[in-house]
């Protein structure tokens, strides 16, 4: 009896499978919440706090340009336009191809969000701003953890999302979308492409693939960036996982195809006409080290903060000097510097804010790595180590987090974007400084029926007086309508810019359809007619046929690379322990309860410096320039040499409401009063138009300007100038200075000297 017994109990007993011989679905299944992509995502959220509670879109940061062109793609979905290529309503409504040849994926994206959940192009763009920052430190997170460890990526994330640049410049002082945006697809491409080179399986090829491709669309020298970073990385692990990167970079290059190759192929139709308010903000090298000060609560435009800050620098430096140690950690080293190298690079050539995206991204794994260290602190103190970081990595960034109150607009309809044009700003649809690129024939002059028309349903894109009969039957972003009549064979001018693709029907029959050679308008001839609908609709190109045939083909090259990539199991990652989560997850809240006590508009806390506390050091002078009043100013040093910059640096206020733009221009004059150098074209103070300074805020206008190599060795002074504008800005409308005692002046004389001295530079 015991023994059929113990045969029964033999028969019960079965093998237990382990995790990794399980399916990959019942993997999947048992697989616990990763808390760090939790908490860091609630980091990268409180950053994202002001930008939520601050109601409408900040006038005076890129974000406001960003609104409208969001307003003007929503529309162009909303007539079925799924890759909208005209901007309708630019240069006073006679169009411009901006999406054609400038990407505006961050833009398409705030469109899409608010064409199918918000229907309000505030929310939109907010909306997209506010995941972007949260994805960008859960993107960081998973890309650091590929490389190192969990402990490690909730340090590097931290250290990404409390940056001044990431957490504060790009979105809060410059309302950069597609440098928000860009900051959560960097570490994401990255991400995937590290994915290609250690474990490649389908998934990350293809995510590589795409994320590349929207990368491009938003942001197309970041995408290069990404693209080159990978690739060293990839020739640094073995030839074979270059080649799989090397196809996912050309089948990205072919998804893209719908726009570069038509860009391409009509650059020559199209001249870039500079804004009339041009950006100067040139960075520097030396900006990473910059020190987090607090702010002048009176300044309406502080100081740009780019560097990841002093303590994550450290960070990164002791990061660096760990990988260097082991030899197994050599890949995130190679893949950080060759990300670090190649942004540098970028700078070289293009020395603007984007590549500071890249730069904090490279300090932050470098930083992530510094983790190592806590294996040498007591056991009691392992756990702490991150947390206490994080607190220590919010205290130096605090200074930056309460938002300048700067106004706020909520109405991005054309009538909106014709009246912003009309005031004399910059185009509506692009950041200042950016170029806009237009078949017009310069100088561009306002159609007053067309402008006047932007106030009822239909627009007057045919003007009154010509020789047929003319009735509006609708009016589009990429098409209008007309009902016509016509007693003869006649040629008309619409009031809408030529550009390839442009093309009129009648009743449904082609027209010779061509670029007006004076004006630069669309030029249709009409053959006699009787109550027939007139259709001008963009068509599809052939060049734009190949471009989407080249996405075709990009498909199938993905596809391929997608059927050869090996079907091995990805490698298992590590998630962060819940131990260390439940005392990171304290740091965490505490980060995010302090940014609601001192960030918000109405917080409790008042985290600044002093009021005018900018202008300790500067000399003090008063003098109105029309609405405007200069009260300070300081030079940047008082002997120089030919050939030298010159940091001239004035502070501004209103002294009253302004219904015009004022221009200030800079040059050099000897003690006669000799003009000898025009140190700074006339321009807006600050860059900001005077139409939008509140009252009783401080303007800083800092100005290098260059010195003459061959200026003579002398003693000379700083001579200002203003001039004002309606529309369009000349300098045919000068006004005087007044100082206290109500003296007129041409030109106002800095009392400071500078000697210039030495031999002028070759």
């Known amino acids: 009896m015991r023994h059929a017994q113990t045969k029964y109990t033999h028969a019960m007993q079965f093998e237990v499978a382990t995790p990794a011989e399980l399916p990959q679905w019942m993997r999947q299944s048992r697989r616990q919440i990763d808390w760090g992509f939790v908490l860091t995502g609630l980091i990268g959220l409180a950053m994202a706090w002001t930008i939520i509670v601050h109601p409408g879109i900040p006038v005076l940061s890129d974000l406001y340009t960003s609104a409208f062109m969001t307003s003007d793609l929503a529309a162009a979905l909303r007539e079925g336009q799924i890759l909208p290529r005209w901007s309708p309503h630019a240069n006073f409504g006679y169009g411009a191809p901006v999406p054609s040849h400038i990407p505006q994926g961050a833009a398409y994206l705030a469109a899409v969000v608010e064409q199918l959940f918000t229907g309000d192009t505030s929310a939109a763009v907010k909306a997209v701003l506010s995941a972007s920052l949260a994805l960008a430190a859960m993107m960081m997170y998973g890309w650091i953890r590929t490389l190192l460890s969990p402990t490690a990526a909730v340090l590097g994330s931290a250290v990404y999302a409390l940056s001044p640049f990431v957490g504060f410049t790009a979105p809060h002082a410059l309302g950069d979308l597609a440098l928000v945006v860009s900051s959560a697809l960097v570490p994401g491409v990255l991400w995937a492409g590290a994915r290609v080179v250690q474990a490649p399986t389908r998934p990350p090829v293809i995510f590589f693939t795409a994320g590349l491709t929207m990368q491009a669309a938003v942001h197309p020298a970041l995408a290069a960036v990404s693209a080159v970073t990978t690739l060293v990385y990839a020739v640094f692990v073995g030839r074979a996982a270059a080649g799989r990167v090397i196809g996912c970079i050309g089948a990205a290059v072919m998804l893209f195809a719908p726009f570069w190759l038509p860009a391409l192929a009509n650059s020559s139709s199209v001249t870039w006409v500079d804004n009339p308010a041009p950006d100067d903000r040139v960075f520097h090298l030396t900006d990473l080290l910059t020190p987090i000060t607090l702010r002048d609560p009176a300044l309406l435009n502080p100081p740009l903060m780019f560097g990841p800050g002093v303590p994550a620098l450290v960070l990164s430096g002791i990061g660096l000097l760990t990988l260097a140690r082991k030899r197994t950690r050599r890949g995130p080293m190679v893949l950080a510097l060759a990300l670090l190298v190649s942004s540098l690079a970028g700078a070289v050539l293009q020395p603007t804010a984007w590549w500071f995206v890249s730069v904090n991204a490279a300090a932050a794994v470098l930083a992530g790595a510094a983790a190592a260290w806590r294996t040498r602190l007591p056991l009691a103190l392992r756990r702490a180590f991150v947390p206490a970081a994080i607190i220590g990595l919010a205290a130096a960034s605090a200074p930056i987090w309460p938002v300048v109150d700067t106004g706020a607009a909520t109405d991005f309809s054309p009538a909106a974007q014709i009246a912003h044009q009309q005031m004399g700003f910059d185009t509506a649809i692009l950041a200042r400084g950016q170029a806009i690129p237009t078949t017009l024939i310069e100088p561009v002059r306002a159609d007053p029926n067309l402008v006047e028309s932007y106030r009822h349903p239909l627009l007057v894109r045919i003007r009154p007086g010509t020789p047929i009969r003319v009735t509006p039957i609708y009016t589009q972003s990429h098409a209008s309508a007309w009902q016509v009549s016509a007693m003869s064979p006649q040629t008309i001018v619409v009031s809408q810019a030529y550009y390839p693709g442009w093309q009129a029907y009648l009743d449904g029959v ?253």
Do not use: K
């Open 510 to 762: 082609p027209l010779a359809t061509a670029r007006d050679p004076e004006t630069g308008l669309t030029r249709i001839s009409v053959p006699q007619t009787a109550n027939a609908t007139l259709l001008l609709t963009q068509t599809m190109t052939p060049v734009q046929w190949v471009g989407w045939a080249l996405v075709g083909l990009g498909m199938v090259a993905l596809a391929a690379l997608a059927r050869f990539t090996p079907a091995s199991r990805a490698r298992e990652l590590p998630r962060y322990d819940t131990s260390e989560a439940r005392l990171t997850s304290v740091a965490v809240l505490g980060v995010i309860a302090a940014v609601l006590l001192t960030a918000s508009p109405d917080a409790p806390i008042a985290l600044h410096a002093d009021r005018l506390s900018s202008l300790t050091g500067a000399s003090l002078l008063s003098a109105d320039a029309g609405p405007i009043s200069l009260v300070a100013y300081r030079i940047g040093s008082s002997s120089t040499t030919p050939g030298d910059t010159l940091r001239l640096e004035l502070y501004w206020t209103a002294v009253s409401e302004s219904t015009r733009n004022v221009r200030i221009a800079a040059e050099l004059v000897d003690l006669d009063q000799q003009a000898w150098a025009l140190l700074s074209e006339p321009r807006a103070p600050g860059l900001i138009d005077t139409r939008l300074w509140p009252a009783d805020r401080l303007v800083r206008d800092l100005r290098n300007v260059h010195l003459p190599p061959d200026l003579p060795a002398g003693i000379y002074q700083v001579a200002l100038s203003a001039y004002t504008c309606q529309a369009q800005c000349t300098t045919d409308q000068r006004i005087a200075f007044r100082d206290t005692r109500g003296v007129e002046r041409q030109t106002l004389l800095l009392p400071q000297v500078i000697a210039v001295s030495g031999e002028p530079r070759e």
